[in-house]
């Protein structure tokens, strides 16, 4: 059974750092794209980083710079680094793993961001 567990939410103020962890189980990581989205109350889901099996990484706008996503294959776990929050980066933040027609998410993790 495949299992992705999102961990490290929690509140910040801003321009605070957090990093949240997306650890796998019953699938080797390595060989998944993996990304992470968010979802803020009333609005639609958006992925704000990717990481390919080879390394390759992109980010929107809203949060390039800023935001900086890693992997760790022995450990079958990829980070979130967010840096410099904002409160509009307030969202539940889940991982999601692909591989070909394979898709799998995790159950999120809330972050809030305010003073």
């Known amino acids: 059974q495949v299992q992705l567990v999102e961990s490290g939410g929690g509140l910040v103020q801003p321009g605070g750092s957090l990093r949240l962890s997306c650890a796998a189980s019953?699938?080797?990581?390595?060989?998944?794209?993996v990304a992470w989205h968010r979802q803020a109350p009333g609005k639609q889901r958006e992925s704000v980083a990717v990481?390919?099996?080879?390394?390759?990484?992109n980010y929107p706008n809203s949060v390039k710079g800023r935001f900086t996503i890693s992997r760790d294959n022995a450990k079958n776990t990829v980070y979130l680094q967010m840096n410099s929050l904002k409160p509009e980066d307030t969202a539940v933040y889940y991982c999601?793993?692909?591989?070909?027609?394979?898709?799998?998410w995790g159950q999120g993790t809330q972050v809030t961001v305010s003073s």
């Open positions: 999601k793993s692909v591989r070909g027609r394979n898709e799998y």
């Open positions: 019953g699938i080797i990581f390595s060989g998944y794209a």
């Open positions: 990481i390919s099996s080879s390394g390759y990484t």
